[in-house]
């Protein structure tokens, strides 16, 4: 039997195959087309639309997830190739410009260098939004304690301490600052005035050449005066004088009255064995 295109074994047998290799909608679409197609061609027309097989889409190649651990681990131990080393001369020099300072700049480090030199207490303060009128208040209860009130720019302070030994107060200047300055170290004065005055916020001090936090200006307010200290000093050291004479007299008198009360004794001791001999 001759086996063609248009012999029912023939469809039969294609119809088989095409269940093993197309899905269930492709095979009745292509069933649709087959079974239409031989009244197509005697009508002599074909169908407009052909059933076109596509191949596998799926993909097999997905990357299979990485432990943590090992991400790490070769996050850690990437090579990192080395930066390549550029040639001397290949790119332009560049010039550092050096600013120069102002007048008015210098002359107000020399103002600083000057203040710190003949004040003893140079304290930091924050201002807090304060208005003209706290501020004149506050200079005034200060000035009555022979403290001035002083302002510098933050800019000329940075650099100022920068090259002096009192760089360490440079994080203290940060935002808008006020300095309080006597002579003579009045912390208790200075104290008594802030409280009045809750804008400001006392940031550090140095006194007598020592740099002291928020929390060390209030333990030095409470030290006694330099006066009481010296006569604590001189009454107890004529104390500890008038003991150790004390002390040395004492021996010799003790000593005294134990030869006197010794001689007594054996001078009593002497007149009844001479009264017995006789």
């Known amino acids: 039997m001759l086996l063609t295109s248009s012999s029912p074994l023939y469809f039969f047998l294609m119809s088989l195959r095409s269940m093993f290799v197309l899905s269930p909608l492709d095979f009745l679409h292509k069933l649709r087309v087959q079974l239409c197609r031989p009244a197509a061609a005697e009508a002599g027309w074909l169908p407009v639309t052909q059933s076109v097989r596509h191949g596998s889409k799926a993909v097999t190649r997905h990357r299979k997830p990485i432990h943590i651990l090992k991400q790490k681990l070769l996050a850690v131990t990437k090579y990192v190739p080395p930066t ?6 290949a790119y332009p020099f560049e010039r550092q410009e050096v600013k120069e300072e102002s007048g008015f700049v210098l002359l107000l480090k020399r103002e600083l260098k000057k203040l710190f030199q003949d004040y003893k207490m140079v304290a930091v303060a924050q201002n807090c939004n304060s208005n003209a009128e706290d501020m004149r208040i506050l200079k005034h209860r200060l000035h009555r304690h022979g403290i001035a009130v002083k302002f510098f720019p933050n800019q000329v302070m940075c650099s100022f301490l920068s090259d002096s030994v009192y760089s360490n107060m440079a994080p203290l200047f940060i935002g808008p600052t006020v300095l309080f300055v006597s002579k003579e170290p009045k912390v208790k004065e200075m104290l008594t005035s802030l409280r009045s005055s809750p804008q400001m916020t006392l940031l550090g001090a140095c006194i007598d050449n020592t740099l002291l936090s928020a929390q060390g200006v209030v333990s030095y307010s409470k030290l006694p005066s330099v006066s009481v200290v010296q006569g ?33 004794q054996q001078s009593s001791e002497e007149a009844p064995k001479a009264e017995e001999a006789t």
Request: avoid cysteine.
């Open 84 to 89: 390549p080393v550029v040639p001397k001369g």
């Open 232 to 264: 604590e000093l001189v009454s107890g050291l004529t104390m500890m004088t008038a003991h150790t004479a004390s002390m040395l007299l004492r021996h010799p008198a003790h000593l005294s009255a134990l030869l006197q009360q010794y001689v007594k």
